[in-house]
């Protein structure tokens, strides 16, 4: 679904991404680990149109998507979020994600005038779509507290809802476990393995938890030094040697954690 070649990401003489270039599959669960500074969170920014490449192109599907701005990219079915969740603190939940989809008949002035009967019908659509949602993530019984009330998890969870409220075709998650105590942590990750199983989203993932992209991925993307080190299993990747070395100092090995 996504090919990287060659990319490139500058910042003056810094080269946060160094000619990476890696494939991600559709339908599949994609880890990406690296040590910290690997460049893992910038390649994320460029594929996802947040930043311009230096060098280097991006396809999706085929197509060369490269420099694309992050609404066109929506509209095409790629989405990310990120470490922080940026949640309107002062809506509901709900609202949150009756939000997201784009080109509301609301959104044009016109049809506030004469047009309101067609609002009114997508927004019990959108309710109704917001409400399926929360009960797939378990989290309906929020629906009414505002976003700003909720916890790290939670909004981790309240992210991955806004997906959800598109359809997305692939889904790029910027340590989601980040904060996220080990019982919300699971329901994250069994929302994303039902998402992938049930309804054929393709997940691409940094994280540094070990067990959770364990428990997820296949294949695992180690980053060093803005390149791509190796690419396997996750215990390929733990049993692989320039891997440990990249992660001396952090201790992969004894401490599981990438």
């Known amino acids: 679904m996504i090919k990287v070649q060659n ?31 690997a460049g893992k969170t910038t390649l994320f920014n460029v594929i996802a149109g947040v930043l311009p490449p230096t060098s280097g192109t991006v396809t999706m599907g085929g ?19 990120f470490q922080i969740a940026h949640e309107f603190g002062s809506m509901s939940v709900r609202e949150n994600l009756m939000m997201v989809p784009g080109r509301q008949s609301g959104e044009i002035l016109w049809n506030t005038w004469f047009g309101r009967k067609r609002i009114a019908n997508e927004e019990r659509a959108l309710l109704a779509k917001a409400d399926e949602v929360l009960e797939f993530l378990t989290i309906d019984h929020l629906r009414d507290e505002k976003a700003g009330n909720l916890s790290g998890g939670q909004k981790k969870l309240l992210e991955l809802g806004r997906t959800m409220m598109v359809d997305a075709r692939i889904v790029f998650l910027d340590e989601v476990g980040a904060g996220v105590n080990r019982t919300l942590l699971n329901t994250i990750g069994d929302a994303i393995l039902r998402l992938n199983r049930e309804r054929g989203y393709t997940f691409c993932m940094i994280e540094h938890d070990m067990e959770f992209i364990g428990r997820l991925c296949d294949p695992v993307i180690v980053m060093a030094e803005g390149k791509v080190l190796a690419q396997g299993t996750i215990n390929e990747i733990k ?17 599981g954690a990438a």
């Open 7 to 37: 990319l490139h990401r500058h910042f003056g003489g810094f080269h946060a991404v160094d000619g990476s270039s890696l494939e991600i599959d559709e339908g599949s669960i994609t880890g990406l680990v690296g040590p910290n500074g």
């Open 63 to 81: 197509e060369n998507i490269t420099g694309m701005p992050p609404h066109a990219l929506f509209h095409k079915g790629l989405l990310r979020t």
């Open 239 to 255: 049993a692989n040697d320039q891997v440990i070395e990249a992660y001396l100092g952090t201790g992969l090995k004894n401490k």
